[in-house]
């Protein structure tokens, strides 16, 4: 183009390298603030100006996303100095992920992580390299991968990055992480455990809890005080202290101080806090750094009660079957804690009156003992009437079951107990029938029936009637004459076989 001419030219002339020597000059300030825009308006974009402060070409732009009310003078165009950075970091914690453990190699869940995020006004382009970490204060262990390896971020945008630690760490104590990019550094660290082993099921409050949880649970708004103890093997003598841990649930805490490690030992962790838990779990189950769960809560039986309460009289406790299981919260259980030296806890309890057949209750909680005497009737009754499922009877662990039975049809009672695994497995899973359970009982107190030593016939029987529906009876020819029958068959028989359910009768089982 010219300027004054009817016939402007597809090429310039000062574009001639022998004959041209004036340079382009631009406009010059101090500072682009003082610029201004001559028809008095706002400043065109593409104004380019000499920053004589700064030594430097600007221009006046819009941000990337073309918004003019975010308008600027740009950074120092082609200069040889550097820039003021354009991307940030921001901390993601824990920087280092899974765990570090002397002697142990690490995994693909060993990383640091970082992430940046984009402060200028322009899609910026970044390339990281696994240089850009370096650890330092434990040996064995380096970055070998950075994730991604390359990033353009348009403003404003977050990107991860995953830094990948191999090897395996050969001494313990800090490890140090310093990450450089730019002019950015972050530095973070973790702790190398001292490789050690602990026994987590040796673990034991001892009976060091207050007040006594074991009988019937945590109760919701008390506070406890206690320690838990957990023994460990270390194979290295390390010079590394124990990392200090606090563990908290429902309102109570675990702490353990840290401290110096030898070859074989114990922790202990210290209990304080109010239980804010519920009253139906009135437990609670802590998990350690190590693995370990600590269950604090009711004991799982009547068996275990005893176990760990020698002289708990008879009565009616809350039990957690099973224990850290969430299947089941607090159960109240009838605990006989003196028969045949006691611990056993009450799973069918029916007490009919004759002439009646109502239906059997197949329970997911316990039983426990309303009356006791002949003639009376439960039937129906939520707290006392029934029998639990085979899944309750397995979570209980029963290694014996105790049969108890009475009639007004006579005077013979049954009274024994059995290891017999055949009824057992039968009992608890349904597979199977009592058969040799004849051969393999003991008579306990005031027994006088003519079942189970005669028994000769065992039924299979459908789901979670294995206790009710003719587990076992003495059938010589023609007829069946003793039997344990709970409204099976619309019978109630106890070591008898009036064949209908005229005799008042009280039926019992317990296990332990
Ligand atoms: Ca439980």
């Given amino acids: 183009m010219g300027i004054g001419t009817t016939t402007p030219r597809g090429d310039l002339d000062i574009n001639t390298p022998l004959t041209n020597i004036y340079g382009l000059v631009l406009p010059t300030n101090a500072s682009p603030t003082n610029i201004q825009n001559p028809q008095g308006e706002s400043i065109a974009f593409g104004t380019m100006m000499y920053d004589s402060s700064a030594n430097c070409i600007r221009y006046y732009e819009k941000n990337i996303q073309n918004d003019v009310s975010e308008a600027r003078w740009s950074n120092c165009l082609l200069t040889d100095r550097e820039n003021p ?32 995020t984009n402060i200028s006004f322009t899609t910026v382009t970044i390339s990281l390299a696994r240089t850009d970490l370096i650890l330092a204060g434990i040996e064995g262990i380096e970055v070998s991968a950075v994730s991604p390896t390359t990033v353009t971020l348009t403003p404003g945008q977050v990107q991860l990055l995953t830094y990948t630690l191999t090897g395996t760490p050969t001494n313990c104590g800090p490890l140090i992480g310093t990450w450089k ?11 190398v455990k001292p490789n050690i082993t602990y026994t987590c099921a040796s673990g034991t409050w001892g009976n060091t809890v207050s007040p006594e949880y074991r009988l019937n649970g945590l109760v919701p708004g008390e506070s406890y005080t206690g320690t838990y103890t957990i023994p460990y093997t270390g194979s290295d003598a390390s010079s590394c202290d124990l990392p200090a841990e606090t563990i908290t649930r429902d309102g109570l805490t675990l702490s353990y101080p840290g401290g110096p490690v030898s070859s074989t030992g114990t922790i202990t962790y210290t209990l304080t806090g109010t239980y804010t838990g519920s009253e139906s779990q009135a437990q609670a189950t802590f998990v350690t750094a190590s693995g370990c769960q600590i269950y604090l809560g009711p004991s799982s039986s009547c068996k275990d009660i005893l176990t760990k309460l020698p002289g708990t009289p008879d009565g009616v406790y809350r039990i957690d079957v099973d224990q850290q299981g969430t299947t089941y919260g607090t ?89 017999h695994t055949g009824s057992i497995t039968k009992f608890t899973t349904g597979v199977g029938n009592a058969s040799g359970l004849q ?29 009710t529906f003719h587990p076992f009876y003495f059938s010589p020819t023609p007829v069946a004459t003793n039997l344990w029958s709970i409204s099976a068959s619309s019978r109630w028989e106890v070591d008898d076989a009036p064949s209908n359910a005229s005799r008042s009768t009280l039926h019992r089982v317990w296990v332990r």
């Fill in 181 to 191: 990019k730019l002019n950015l550094q972050y530095t973070a660290s973790t702790t």
């Fill in 85 to 116: 950075p354009s991307i940030d970091y921001i901390a993601v914690p824990p920087a280092f992920t899974g765990n570090y453990t002397q002697n142990v190699a690490m995994t693909s869940a060993n990383t640091f992580r970082v992430a940046i």
């Fill in 331 to 419: 159960l109240s259980a009838q605990c006989d804690m003196t028969t045949d030296g006691g611990g056993w806890t009450m799973v069918l309890n029916y007490l009919h009156l004759g002439g009646t057949n109502p239906a059997v209750s197949i329970r997911t909680t316990l039983p426990v003992i309303g009356n006791s005497t002949l003639g009376g009737n439960e039937a129906g009754n939520e707290t006392f009437w029934g029998h639990v499922n085979r899944a309750l009877q397995t979570a209980l662990r029963p290694s014996e079951y105790r049969f108890y039975g009475i009639t007004n049809g006579h005077n013979r009672v049954i009274h024994f107990k059995t290891a």
């Fill in 439 to 467: 051969n393999s009982f003991t008579p306990l107190d005031g027994h006088t029936g003519i079942l189970p030593a005669a028994a000769n016939t065992f039924f299979n029987s459908s789901a979670n009637l294995e206790l």
